[in-house]
């Protein structure tokens, strides 16, 4: 069974830094792009940011470029988004999703996991 | 950037019924790279279809995706009670991924 579960949300002042990750499991990790998408509270979805299978290859939304970066780890199948200069409209439920494509990343997505929330307000 | 724009915003309809919700982007996606999602209450999004027309693992026949170029469509055939929820469109064309509004399904 495929799972994805993200860790690192929480409350966090503007300007600071705050780094969000996602362990996977069920699947070959490497086998498979990822991104993370976000929600702010009663809104619609968001693509934030995406990574090839072997981390070469990288995508941002432009409201996070230079600010955010995403990376992973396929030896521990782990996926991470570091979120610099945060900023209140930053404040979202943040999804950890695979895309099942190995060659690039921009893709659909076809597993999802059930998001970790970041408050950004001071 | 591919904008994406989903109507109507909100659908109100009876269990039974013909759900048709429409996803029109601003430019022409080729190669039919558009997915649509639903989303629950308190839950992430579930792929429905991918590859515009292509059901996803385990969606009943009930779902169906067509359209091409610039107009896509989700047609829910007859809408069972765990139907009622929200939909999103996704294409996947280009490297700036980009999701439609949302439309709202309830009774």
């Known amino acids: 069974e495929v799972q994805l579960v993200e860790s690192g949300g929480g409350l966090v002042q503007p300007g600071r830094s705050l780094r969000l990750s996602c362990a996977a499991s069920?699947?070959?990790?490497?086998?498979?792009?990822m991104h993370w998408v976000r929600q702010a509270p009663g809104k619609g979805l968001e693509w934030v940011a995406g990574?090839?299978?072997?981390?070469?290859?990288?995508g941002y939304a432009d409201s996070v470029k230079g600010r955010f970066t995403i990376s992973r780890d396929n030896a521990k199948n782990s996926l991470s988004l570091q979120m610099n200069s945060l900023r209140a409209e930053d404040t979202a439920f943040y999804y950890c999703?695979?895309?099942?494509?190995?060659?690039?990343?921009?893709?659909?997505?076809?597993?999802w996991g059930q998001g970790a929330l970041v408050t950004v307000s001071s | 950037e591919i904008v994406l724009t989903q109507s109507p915003g909100t659908l109100s309809l009876s269990p039974g019924e013909r759900a048709t919700l429409s996803c029109r982007a601003s430019?022409?996606?080729?190669?039919?790279?558009l997915a649509w999602y639903q989303q629950k209450p308190g839950q992430a999004p579930r792929l429905l279809i991918y590859?515009?027309?292509r059901r996803a693992t385990g969606i009943p026949d009930r779902f169906s995706g067509s359209g091409s170029g610039t107009d896509f469509t989700l047609t829910l055939s007859r809408l069972e009670p765990e139907d009622f929820a929200v939909y999103y469109c996704?294409?996947?064309?280009?490297?700036?991924?980009?999701f439609g509004g949302g439309t709202k399904v309830e009774i």
């Open positions: 590859g515009a027309s």
């Open positions: 430019q022409s996606i080729n190669s039919k790279f």
């Open positions: 996704q294409q996947y064309a280009t490297s700036l991924l980009t």
């Open positions: 069920g699947f070959t990790f490497d086998d498979s792009a």
């Open positions: 990574i090839s299978w072997s981390g070469d290859d990288m």
């Open positions: 999703a695979r895309a099942p494509v190995r060659g690039y990343w921009h893709y659909f997505f076809d597993f």
